[in-house]
């Protein structure tokens, strides 16, 4: 292990350790302390160490303050991986079902929003402002790939007619986004959204909140990217309304609540909109499938796709009574 490694540059003696997902909580002779490692090339990772820096330095008090190495490095290389070292914090992940803690992650996000503008990076890079377009149109493209893949296999399996029953719904949903993309200003509005400098979280998953006693902790910056606020907001609210919550007073109720922090046009809430209509679970789990093939069994596949297409009835329910509401900001 790289254990060794990190006593010599923390100044510590590690008695014990356990492993959690991509962290080790190390019991030290001087305290708990999180070592968060991850697998990215230095010019992402400092990316990463410069987000939370510069959130730290403007008095941001939803993260964890990172502990400088004895030569007063913030980080240090392990293997194949880079590493940063924080408190071990003893906290409960949020539940976006308590509408309280819901309330709690959405102010703690905006004041990321908020505390973040005016960041500036030396090189181009993470940079999506005016990308959504783009990045949307490649992920329609790339549903025809996946489709031509699973048509070309002689023995289908299950998971391979769901996907196939259910394509044609997905695929026209993709190509209605990308038109109502087209007429909503987005690239307009982003011109002015860009001038802010804002940094986006970009992983708004409830795990990636922790509520202590007294605080709430925002961790795992590891996808942080430059855009508009309105990304995080846009995950957040497909966030908590998949998978069988598609209701208007929910998406009204943390527009409001974000809107308290800061304001959302009529303009805005349409480029939401349009966001929210990619089919972008139907996609993922495409991706993971076909393309990616990631090691799960046949079970867990079909568990996630029959998961996606059993919610797409009330979803696309949802997007027509949104776009009645909204879509005449256009």
Known sequence: MFFDEVEKAYGFKILSYEKIKNIYKLNTDKGLYCLKTSKYDLKQYNFIISVMLYLINKGYEHILPIYKTKDGELFISLNDAYAY???????????????????????????????????????????????????????????????????????????????????DMHYKQSLKCLRDFEKSGYLKIMESHKKLHEVCHHDTANHNFLITNDNLIIIDYDYAIMDTHLHD?????????????????????????????????????????????????????????????????????????????SDSENRFK????????????R
């Open 85 to 167: 070292l924080t408190d071990f914090i003893e906290a409960k992940e949020a539940d976006f079902k308590d509408l309280t803690e819901l309330k709690m992650c959405i102010e703690a996000i905006a004041r990321l929003h908020i505390l973040s503008r005016g960041f500036k990076y030396d090189i181009r890079i993470r940079d999506y402002y005016g990308k959504w377009i783009e990045k949307f149109r490649k992920r329609s493209s790339e549903l025809l790939y996946f489709r031509a893949i699973c048509e070309a296999k002689e023995d289908k399996t299950e998971f391979d007619e769901i996907f196939l029953k259910y394509f």
């Open 318 to 329: 949802f997007l027509d009574e949104l776009e009645g509401l909204y879509g005449k900001y």
């Open 233 to 309: 907001l846009s995950s957040i609210l497909i966030r908590n309304l998949r998978y069988g919550n598609w209701d208007i007073k929910l998406f009204n109720f943390i527009l409001n609540e974000y809107g308290r922090y800061i304001p959302v046009s009529l303009e805005e809430v349409n480029l939401i909109f349009c966001f929210m209509e990619f089919p972008q679970d139907f996609w993922q789990v495409g991706l993971q499938y076909y393309v990616e093939k990631q090691p799960w069994t046949e079970d867990n596949f079909l568990k996630r796709l029959n998961r996606v297409v």
